[in-house]
C-alpha cells in the first residue's frame, strides 16, 4: 500500500503531472510545497491500511457465520447431498474476495490522494472558485446522482477567503461555497475533481453574477491596461 501510493505521489508530485491541473503554477511553486504534500501521503496510507484492517475483521466474521449456518443444517451422521467442494468455496467466498476489496480501497485512497493534493496547491496558489466535474457520463461509473446534476448544472463554487473574496471582488454565486458541500473524492469510490479558478476573468466566463462591482471594475481596468 506505500509502494502503490508514494508511487502515485511521485508521479503527480515529484513529475509534475498535478500541474496539468494547475496550469499558472510552477513547478518551482510546487517543489516548494512538497515538504507540506508528504503528510497528505501519509495519511491516505494510513487509512488505507485501516481500511484493511477492518474489511478482513469483517471478512473473517462472515466467513465464521457462514461456516456456523452450514454445519447447523446438516442432519446429525452428516449428508451425502451436498458437494463438498461447493461448501468449501461458498463458505471462503468472503476470503476470497479480500484482493479485490484491498484494490478498491487503494483506488478510492488514490483518488483522495490526488483530489486533496490538488486542493492544497489550489488554497495556496490563490485559486478564487472551482467548477465541479463528475465521470457520470462514464457508464461503468457508478455516479452519485447528486455528483452527477452538480456537472449537469455547470456548479462553480465561490473559495470561501479567498483573496477576491477578502478584497470584496467576488460573491457568492446559486452554487454557494465550495466548503459547504463534500469535498470531491471525499465519500467512498467517489471520482470526481474540482477545475480551479484562479483569476476574474476565467470566473466572468462561468459565472458573470459571482463579480461585484469592484470585481467588474477591476476586470475592465485590466483589459484596458
Not at 33 to 54: G, Q, T, W, Y
Not at 66 to 91: H, Q, Y
Not at 118 to 125: F, M
Not at 131 to 154: C, K, L, M, T
Request: hydrophobic share 40%; with cysteine.
Amino acid at each position: 500500500m506505500r509502494d502503490a501510493l508514494g508511487a502515485i505521489f511521485k508521479r503527480l508530485v515529484d513529475k509534475g503531472q498535478i500541474l496539468r491541473a494547475h496550469p499558472s503554477v510552477s513547478r518551482f511553486t510546487l517543489a516548494r510545497m512538497a515538504p507540506r504534500l508528504r503528510p497528505e501521503l501519509d495519511r491516505r496510507i494510513l487509512a488505507s491500511v485501516n481500511l484493511i484492517k477492518l474489511n478482513r475483521v469483517q471478512m473473517v466474521e462472515k466467513t465464521i457465520q457462514r461456516l456456523a449456518g452450514w454445519a447447523t443444517s446438516i442432519p446429525n451422521g452428516g449428508s451425502d447431498a451436498v458437494d463438498r467442494r461447493d461448501v468449501k468455496a461458498e463458505i471462503y467466498k468472503p476470503l476470497a474476495s479480500l484482493p479485490f476489496v484491498e484494490r478498491r480501497v487503494l483506488i478510492d485512497q488514490g483518488h483522495k490522494l490526488n483530489s486533496n493534493i490538488s486542493a492544497v496547491i489550489a488554497i495556496d496558489n490563490g485559486a478564487i472558485a472551482a467548477q465541479w466535474f463528475s465521470h457520470f457520463r462514464d457508464p461503468s461509473y457508478n455516479a452519485r446522482e447528486v455528483h452527477a446534476d452538480r456537472d449537469r448544472d455547470g456548479n462553480v463554487y465561490l473559495i470561501r477567503g479567498s483573496w477576491a473574496h477578502r478584497d470584496g471582488l467576488v460573491k457568492v454565486g446559486p452554487s454557494g461555497y465550495s466548503d459547504d458541500i463534500d469535498q470531491p473524492s471525499e465519500l467512498p469510490f467517489c471520482r470526481c475533481r474540482y477545475a480551479y479558478l484562479y483569476s476574474l476573468r476565467q470566473l466572468d466566463k462561468l459565472e458573470p453574477d459571482m463579480l461585484t462591482v469592484k470585481g467588474r471594475q477591476t476586470l475592465e481596468a485590466t483589459r484596458v491596461a
